[in-house]
C-alpha cells in the first residue's frame, strides 16, 4: 500500500518534532515516531479498520494520549490526513479536515 501524507500532516508532524525536541528529548521523539510507524503499518496490513473521526469519513487512531491520526483509505493508498494535538480545540480540529 502507498502512504500518502497531507500537507498540513507533514506540518503537524513538523511541530510535534519540534515540540519534542525542544521540551523532550530524542528517545522521546523516537518512541513518538516508533509508535506512529507501527500504526501506520497496522493499518497498511488492511486487517483492521479504525473508527469513524466525529462528522467526517475519516478515521482515527490514537498514537499517544496527546495525539491522533486521522486517516483515510481510497484506492490501495493511504492517505494520512492530520496528525492531530487531543488537547487542541476541538472545533478548529473539526474545520481543519475541510481539505
Known amino acids: 500500500m502507498k502512504i500518502q501524507f497531507s500537507d498540513k500532516s ?3 508532524l513538523r511541530n ?3 515540540y519534542l525536541l525542544t521540551h523532550w528529548n ?9 509508535k506512529l510507524d507501527e500504526i501506520v503499518q497496522m ?3 488492511g486487517n483492521v479498520v479504525f473508527q469513524k473521526y466525529e462528522g ?16 483515510a483509505v481510497e484506492n490501495d493508498v493511504l492517505k494520512i490526513i ?4 487531543n488537547f487542541q480545540d476541538p472545533d478548529y480540529n473539526q474545520k ?3 481539505i
Open 82 to 85: 492530520r496528525i492531530i494535538q
Open 96 to 98: 481543519s479536515l475541510k
Open 43 to 45: 493499518i497498511c496490513s
Open 56 to 71: 467526517s469519513h475519516y478515521h482515527k487512531i490514537l498514537i499517544t494520549k496527546h495525539n491522533t491520526l486521522i486517516y
Open 16 to 18: 510535534i518534532e519540534e
Open 26 to 34: 530524542d528517545k522521546v521523539l523516537d518512541d513518538f515516531l516508533t
Open 10 to 12: 507533514l506540518f503537524d
